[in-house]
Nanobody
Framework: VQLVESGGGLVQAGGSLRLSCAAS????????MGWFRQIPGKEREFVGR????????FYAAFVKGRFTISRDNRRNTAYLQMNDLKTEDTAVYYC?????????????????WGQGTQVTVSR
């Protein structure tokens, strides 16, 4: 499975961005689509994930209702809608896929990763 993120950029605090993650290849292995982020000098952290059907989502506590994950299986694409962005959301955002339907935030269980897209939130 190949994953390609897009939609990153520069936005002012309080603004919104929508990231996309296009999957290709053996997309049947992308049962769970997850989003992670990494701030320079820090470990990569879990943002949220969505099930194949889209009926089950799970988010990190810091999201606090600001972010929403969705997916369109006809387009093999997952999305991360980010609202009310804060400067501390500045990071490289990665999408990832796992073939394990039960996986939540266990980073090591995501087998496939995109290259990342930079999100910068300014004051």
């Amino acid at each position: 499975v190949q994953l390609v993120e897009s939609g990153g950029g520069l936005v002012q605090a309080g603004g919104s961005l929508r990231l996309s993650c296009a999957a290709s290849g053996r997309t049947s292995s992308s049962t769970i689509m997850g989003w992670f982020r990494q701030i320079p000098g820090k470990e990569r952290e879990f943002v949220g994930r969505i099930s194949w059907s889209g009926g089950s989502t799970f988010y990190a506590a810091f999201v606090k209702g600001r972010f929403t994950i969705s997916r369109d299986n006809r387009r093999n694409t997952a999305y991360l809608q980010m609202n009310d962005l804060k400067t501390e959301d500045t990071a490289v955002y990665y999408c990832a896929a796992s073939s394990r339907a039960w996986v939540l935030d266990q980073i090591r269980l995501y087998e496939y990763w995109g290259q990342g897209t930079q999100v910068t939130v300014s004051r």
